[in-house]
């Protein structure tokens, strides 16, 4: 296995992200709960130091939130599933539509714009193969703005919530 090994820069207002703040995002990623002490014992630097860093990356946007991993299964929601969505026309509007539409499904986990045969590739969890069912026959389908859906069910999570590259160069 190789490591890729870059420089991280920050487009909005040139900021460049240096080694200290790539180890604070790091230490975040694994613990997003992470005190300033905590984070300055991984980091090494002060708990002020790190409290300024960590605001400041907040701020830039680098840092967009913090949330908290749930397991799917322990919440009933055994079946995740990869849909792949064609629209029945191009047009603003009818991405508009249908963005509307993903934005009001909890289900949608991740939803990209993509290139190819495909228009859209949406992840989504669901408690049952009817849910499932529900979800592309009731929803989707009927939606003006789709033309075709193909799902794909996965069948085991090898990797999940895997973290941004944060190497250090």
Not at 4 to 32: C, E, S, Y
Not at 138 to 157: R, W
Request: hydrophobic share 40%.
């Amino acid at each position: 296995m190789h490591e890729i090994r870059t420089k991280l820069h920050f487009n909005a207002r040139n900021m460049q992200i240096d080694q200290f703040d790539q180890k604070i995002l790091a230490a975040l990623q694994a613990n997003g709960s992470a005190t300033n002490q905590e984070l300055a014992d991984q980091v090494g630097l002060s708990p002020s130091q790190c409290s300024r860093r960590r605001m400041q990356l907040e701020q830039d946007g680098v840092i967009q939130g913090y949330a908290a991993k749930l397991d799917p299964k322990a919440l009933g929601l055994d079946v995740t599933v990869f849909i792949t969505v064609t629209l029945a026309r191009h047009s603003r509007y009818n991405s508009e539509r249908f963005h509307a539409l993903l934005n009001q499904l909890d289900e949608v986990q991740e939803a990209h714009s993509m290139t190819g045969d495909m228009d859209y590739l949406i992840k989504v969890v669901v408690p049952s193969l009817d849910a499932l069912s529900a979800l592309i026959n009731d929803v989707l389908l009927p939606n003006d703005a789709v033309q075709q859906v193909h799902s794909t069910i996965v069948l085991n999570t090898l990797k999940r919530n895997g973290g941004l590259p944060l190497k250090a160069a």
